[in-house]
């Protein structure tokens, strides 16, 4: 089943309520992913997401990005068909570094947004810039004076204004009108990275993404980017909403949510994951009706996929039933063996994703 490119929105609660973009006429690409997302939603179906999926895999990656034409894909391989949504990480941009921060060459990942675009997938991209107080990656948190140091009246205003949005801005202009699920300042009600919620007050937060809004919208012009906001799960529902930017600003509500192993084993790590994505996705569907948004889980996965009926028996029965745009899984790292979130042709796991991939509401892209 290749992606809705235009469609006619079904009657449903979820999308009467939530109708932004859906009365207006088709003006823009950013509009016509925002329909097709829509109409996806009103069909009751939801749009399948790998990170870095043409770049790398399980034990392979792209060496030649000009001359690589960018047919390889674990995904692929397991169920014949690309995910509908591909992930790309931009951290690194920042710094005017020639390479992501998992070492992904920058012109091979603007290779491969339009490579999936053109064959008629969407795209998202997120961005772990560096800590830049210390130098240190994204996940430095020695110091709650990061945020307030970039905005206006900070030490490192400038260097925010001035080099860190302009590169990333340079290279989003780039993708030649692309439209782009654009992700920044995510999992921000935990602490792991420096714009946490310890780390920063919810008023600096909120200014610290708008003033990247308004740097790429309005100073810049950039009309391909769809906002979305997307802390992690665990979280309750005023912290939620309490760090959210403003509805003139985003366009998509995401949660992160992921299943970890414990000492229960695969049951018990399925059980805590499907009953903690269901509060969230819960009071997440409410805001969506409330705030008239899209929302998806715009990060999601088990590492290593211990699990061989992960697909079919945890994280579909999981989302089912929930207004969720996509869903996306992280990344098949090339040079850790056990970092993959997706099976790949041989793993024990493949023939459940298949099947996975086989269920008809569950959108892969067909190519």
Same mark, same amino acid.
């Given at each position: 089943?290749?992606? !809705?490119?235009?469609?006619?929105?079904?009657?449903?609660?979820?999308?009467?309520?939530?109708?932004?973009?859906?009365?207006?006429?088709?003006?823009?690409?950013?509009?016509?992913?925002?329909?097709?997302?829509?109409?996806?939603?009103?069909?009751?179906?939801?749009?399948?997401?790998?990170?870095?999926?043409?770049?790398?895999?399980?034990?392979?990656?792209? !060496?030649?990005?000009?001359?690589?034409?960018?047919?390889?894909?674990?995904?692929?391989?397991?169920?014949?068909?690309?995910?509908?949504?591909?992930?790309?990480?931009?951290?690194?941009?920042?710094?005017?570094?020639?390479?992501?921060?998992?070492?992904?060459?920058?012109?091979?990942?603007?290779?491969?947004?339009?490579?999936?675009?053109?064959?008629?997938?969407?795209?998202?991209?997120?961005?772990?810039?560096?800590?830049?107080?210390?130098?240190?990656?994204?996940?430095? !948190?020695?110091?709650?004076?990061?945020?307030?140091?970039?905005?206006?009246?900070?030490?490192?205003?400038?260097?925010?204004?001035?080099?860190?949005?302009?590169?990333?801005?340079?290279?989003?202009?780039?993708?030649?009108?692309?439209?782009?699920?654009?992700?920044?300042?995510?999992?921000?009600?935990?602490?792991?990275?420096?714009?946490?919620?310890?780390?920063?007050?919810?008023?600096?937060?909120?200014?610290?993404?708008?003033?990247?809004?308004?740097?790429?919208?309005?100073?810049?012009?950039?009309?391909?980017?769809?906002?979305?906001?997307?802390?992690?799960?665990?979280?309750?529902?005023?912290?939620?909403?309490?760090?959210?930017?403003?509805?003139?600003?985003?366009?998509?509500?995401?949660?992160?949510?992921?299943?970890?192993?414990?000492?229960?084993?695969?049951?018990?790590?399925?059980?805590?994951?499907?009953?903690?994505?269901?509060?969230?996705?819960?009071?997440?569907?409410?805001?969506?009706?409330?705030?008239?948004?899209?929302?998806?889980?715009?990060?999601?996965?088990?590492?290593?996929?211990?699990?061989?009926?992960?697909?079919?028996?945890?994280?579909?029965?999981?989302?089912?039933?929930?207004?969720?745009?996509?869903?996306?899984?992280?990344?098949?790292?090339?040079?850790?063996?056990?970092?993959?979130?997706?099976?790949?042709?041989?793993?024990?796991?493949?023939?459940?994703?298949?099947?996975?991939?086989?269920?008809?509401?569950?959108?892969?892209?067909?190519?």
């Amino acid at each position: 089943m290749r992606l !809705v490119r235009t469609a006619t929105l079904l009657a449903g609660t979820f999308l009467a309520a939530c109708s932004t973009g859906n009365k207006k006429p088709v003006e823009t690409p950013k509009d016509q992913v925002i329909q097709t997302l829509s109409a996806h939603v009103a069909k009751g179906e939801i749009l399948y997401g790998h990170q870095d999926d043409l770049c790398y895999g399980h034990a392979w990656k792209v !060496v030649d990005w000009e001359t690589d034409s960018l047919t390889r894909s674990d995904v692929k391989a397991v169920t014949g068909k690309y995910p509908a949504i591909m992930g790309f990480e931009l951290g690194g941009i920042e710094m005017g570094d020639k390479a992501s921060l998992d070492s992904v060459d920058f012109n091979l990942i603007r290779k491969a947004v339009l490579t999936h675009a053109g064959r008629g997938g969407i795209v998202t991209i997120s961005w772990h810039p560096r800590n830049p107080l210390t130098g240190s990656d994204a996940w430095d !948190v020695s110091s709650d004076q990061v945020v307030k140091s970039l905005l206006e009246g900070g030490e490192l205003h400038d260097l925010f204004m001035n080099q860190w949005l302009p590169r990333m801005g340079d290279f989003l202009e780039s993708l030649e009108g692309t439209p782009v699920i654009f992700r920044p300042w995510h999992e921000n009600t935990a602490s792991w990275f420096w714009w946490g919620a310890k780390l920063c007050t919810a008023q600096e937060y909120k200014d610290l993404f708008r003033t990247t809004w308004t740097y790429l919208v309005q100073e810049r012009g950039l009309t391909n980017l769809i906002w979305c906001y997307s802390p992690n799960s665990g979280c309750s529902p005023d912290e939620y909403m309490g760090r959210y930017p403003g509805d003139d600003v985003i366009d998509l509500l995401g949660l992160d949510h992921y299943a970890f192993m414990g000492p229960d084993g695969a049951e018990g790590a399925a059980e805590r994951f499907t009953v903690e994505l269901r509060r969230s996705l819960s009071f997440l569907q409410a805001f969506g009706i409330g705030h008239n948004k899209l929302i998806c889980l715009s990060e999601t996965g088990l590492e290593g996929l211990p699990d061989p009926k992960w697909w079919t028996e945890v994280l579909y029965p999981a989302v089912k039933g929930y207004p969720i745009a996509y869903l996306l899984t992280w990344r098949n790292a090339c040079d850790k063996p056990t970092h993959f979130y997706a099976p790949w042709e041989g793993f024990v796991n493949a023939p459940d994703f298949k099947a996975f991939s086989e269920l008809e509401d569950i959108i892969f892209l067909d190519n």
